[in-house]
């Protein structure tokens, strides 16, 4: 089992609909979590930190956090042909060094 | 501006060569890190500083050394470069550990 999974993709979805990105993680003591975007050809872009269970909204943004579930999803409003990307989770463990990235979901929005 | 930048941002080189990649930040950040990133493999930490002088192991550490004598300055180099170790790599910087980490441009590599 991969420490942090996410669907490959790619997620389509027309403009103006809700894109819902989903990430799950196996250390249950994690307290830190990230969503990047990635353009391709480019670094990954932080969008939203998440630290406690519930919902953070920031913009068309909306991250939320199961703990207990460990389940970590990135809700995108309105979505925008200038939305589509890679967008990676990220999640750190309770101990230690490592901030653990997903492989990343292709997202694609059809104008 | 403040940030993170890497030079250079594309390098050719061939096997058995020494490479330095540089990372500088703006930011007095105390962590910095070196991931490479390829395809079906996703970000691999390499190896990763916690402050001036104090460094370790990531992931996939193997073939790469790294130095660290001042905070703003965290170059990567690989020994005696390889063909596996073409790659995309990236800098990244924080705070601290359970902070976000904010990533330079990149370095496209090829080792031929």
């Known amino acids: 089992q991969k420490e942090v999974e996410q669907n490959s993709g790619p997620l389509s979805v027309p403009e103006g609909a809700i894109a819902s990105l989903n990430c799950t993680y196996s250390d249950r003591g994690s307290q830190s979590f990230f969503w990047y975007r990635q353009y391709s050809g480019k670094s990954p872009e932080l969008i939203m930190s998440?630290?406690?269970?519930g919902d953070k909204e920031d913009g068309r943004f909306t991250a939320q956090l199961n703990k207990a579930s460990q389940y970590v999803s990135l809700l995108i409003r309105d979505s925008q042909p200038s939305d589509s990307a890679t967008y990676l989770c990220a999640v750190q463990r309770e101990y230690g060094n490592k901030l653990v990235f997903g492989a990343g979901t292709i997202l694609r929005v059809k104008s | 501006d403040a940030g993170i930048t890497q030079s250079p941002r594309y390098k050719i080189t061939e096997t058995g060569r020494q490479v330095t990649l540089m990372c500088h930040q703006t930011?007095?950040?105390?962590?910095m890190f070196w991931y490479r990133q390829d395809l079906g493999h996703g970000l691999r930490l390499i190896y990763y500083?916690?402050?001036?002088?104090?460094?370790d192991k990531g992931e996939v550490p193997d073939g790469y050394v790294v130095s660290r004598s001042k905070t703003e300055n965290f170059p990567l180099t690989l020994e005696s470069a390889t063909r596996s170790q073409t790659s995309v790599y990236f800098c990244?910087?924080?705070?601290?550990?359970?902070?976000?980490?904010?990533f330079g441009d990149g370095t496209r590599l090829s080792i031929l």
């Open positions: 990244a910087s924080s705070e601290s550990l359970y902070q976000p980490q904010h």
């Open positions: 500083s916690a402050a001036a002088d104090i460094t």
């Open positions: 930011w007095s950040h105390s962590y």
């Open positions: 998440i630290y406690s269970n």
